[in-house]
T-cell receptor, first 112, second 116 residues
């Protein structure tokens, strides 16, 4: 059974700092990796997707994937109070119905 | 693009009644839609996978006779919670996968169900 693990937090960072969110997964055949942001009472919204080893940058967000170590991380530079939310890591295995498996989420708090 | 809508956004019903939730992909065709449930302070739990024109695939522990799913077209899937009980109160979220892309899923805004 696939497992996706995240520290539940809360992770508290000051405004302007870099927030680092980590995720590990158990299934070596997972091929696609996603980070979603979920505000309280709202549904998740896709922030980043990454499919190959290395870094992928999009604005203030950088996703990092290391398949050998089975972890994926999300860095948020210049953190803003509006970034305060729960961040969900999700992995997908194309050979297993192409379904997303979600981690439990990490709650991020950015303090002004 | 890639907008998924849900209706209603919230609903309150009495115990024993049935509630239907609609999920629509507004600007793309979705052969596959997913239904999730999320309890407070918990992560998303996949309930079922809905494929257009065929029966839904339910996750272990999800009662197919209680949570009826119909995916009659490429843009609409419905979830009916039958004989609802207070323990069914939750945030129900649908997600749709664009037929043109196998990579990404787009989430609807969710439906908050409260059963009294």
């Amino acid at each position: 059974q696939k497992e996706v693990e995240q520290n539940s937090g809360p992770l508290s960072v000051p405004e302007g700092a870099i927030a680092s969110l980590n995720c590990t997964y158990s299934d070596r055949v997972s091929q696609s990796f996603f980070w979603y942001r979920q505000y309280s009472g709202k549904s998740p919204e896709l922030i980043m997707s990454i499919y190959s080893n290395g870094d992928k940058e999009d604005g203030r967000f950088t996703a990092q994937l290391n398949k050998a170590s089975q972890y994926v991380s999300l860095l948020i530079r210049d953190s803003q109070p509006s970034d305060s939310a729960t961040y969900l890591c999700a992995v997908k295995d194309w050979n297993a119905g192409n379904m997303l498996t979600f981690g439990g989420g990490t709650r991020l708090m950015v303090k002004p | 693009g890639a907008v998924v809508s849900q209706h209603p956004s919230w609903v309150i019903c009495k115990s024993g009644t049935s509630v239907k939730i609609e999920c629509r992909s507004l600007d793309f065709q979705a052969t596959t839609m997913f239904w999730y449930r999320q309890f407070p302070k918990q992560s998303l739990m996949l309930m079922a996978t809905s494929n257009e024109g065929s029966k839904a695939t339910y996750e272990q522990g999800v009662e197919k006779d209680k949570f009826l799913i119909n995916h009659a077209s490429l843009t609409l899937s419905t979830l009916t919670v039958t004989s609802a009980h207070p323990e069914d109160s939750s945030f129900y979220i649908c997600s749709a996968r664009d037929q043109a892309s196998i990579y990404e899923q787009y989430f609807g805004p969710g439906t908050r169900l409260t059963v009294t």
